[in-house]
């Protein structure tokens, strides 16, 4: 019954580990979002994604690379995680008509020790 | 570009009381604004939002808000206070045309005493 979900809720690491956080959705949304919380809440786009298509990256490293198998999925790899990547990432979904009003997900807190 | 600031990172009422939430943003087309309610260890829930047409929104859980042009606001309200509101409040604007690049404001944390 979960309109958007993501995998895992709690995530621990080392600095210089890949990891990858997997998020969907069954709302029948073909646009959706990852974003960044840090420890001040501040919340942060960091990438946007449409039929599959890479719509938003908003200056993010290399090291963060989305991927979208199907329009119901948009998975976040990281790779060589450092300490500044721990924070609280949501993923979001939204549809065509309304693209900005987006369904959030829990949130996979992230920390890298 | 676009931003948004919310005023007062702390607000604390009473049950019962007026909620009072500011939000002021910064667009150089019309916005699109939005209020989301995060309650603690949860995501972000969609309260209400403002797209075009009436400027007095009415939310979720007796929540409404206003957008006032002239005073590039998008304040939030409650007649009356309940502990179950407890949670921290973001508002977001977009452009609506750019599939849904939200900035949100930095959050206010609501606080609600017996």
């Known amino acids: 019954d979960t309109a958007v979900s993501q995998t895992p809720k709690y995530l621990v690491t080392q600095m210089g580990n890949d990891k990858s956080i997997k998020c969907e959705q069954n709302?029948?949304?073909?646009?959706m979002y990852w974003y960044k919380q840090d420890s001040k809440k501040f919340l942060k786009i960091m990438f946007s994604?449409?039929?599959?298509?890479?719509?938003i990256n908003e200056t993010v490293p290399n090291r963060f690379s989305p991927k979208s198998p199907d329009k119901a999925h948009l998975n976040l790899h990281i790779n060589s995680l450092e300490l500044g990547d721990s924070a609280v990432y949501f993923c979001?979904?939204?549809?065509?008509?309304?693209?900005?009003?987006?369904?959030f997900g829990p949130g996979t807190r992230l920390t890298v020790l | 570009a676009q931003s948004v600031t919310q005023l007062g990172s702390h607000v604390s009422v009473s049950e019962g009381a007026l909620v009072l939430l500011r939000c002021n943003y910064s667009?150089?087309?019309?916005?699109?604004l939005f209020w989301y309610v995060q309650y603690p260890n949860q995501g972000l829930q969609l309260l209400l939002k403002?797209?075009?047409?009436?400027?007095l929104v009415k939310g979720i859980n007796g929540f409404e808000a206003e957008f006032k042009k002239s005073e590039t606001s998008f304040h939030l309200t409650k007649p009356s206070a309940h502990m179950s509101d407890a949670a921290e409040y973001f508002c977001?604007?977009?452009?609506?045309?750019?599939?849904?690049?939200?900035?949100f404001g930095q959050g206010t944390i609501l606080t609600v005493h017996p």
């Open positions: 979001a979904s939204g549809a065509s008509g309304e693209p900005d009003t987006q369904y």
């Open positions: 709302l029948g949304h073909d646009t």
């Open positions: 994604y449409n039929n599959k298509e890479l719509i």
């Open positions: 667009s150089s087309v019309p916005p699109y």
């Open positions: 403002y797209t075009t047409g009436a400027t």
């Open positions: 977001a604007v977009s452009h609506g045309t750019s599939y849904g690049k939200l900035t």
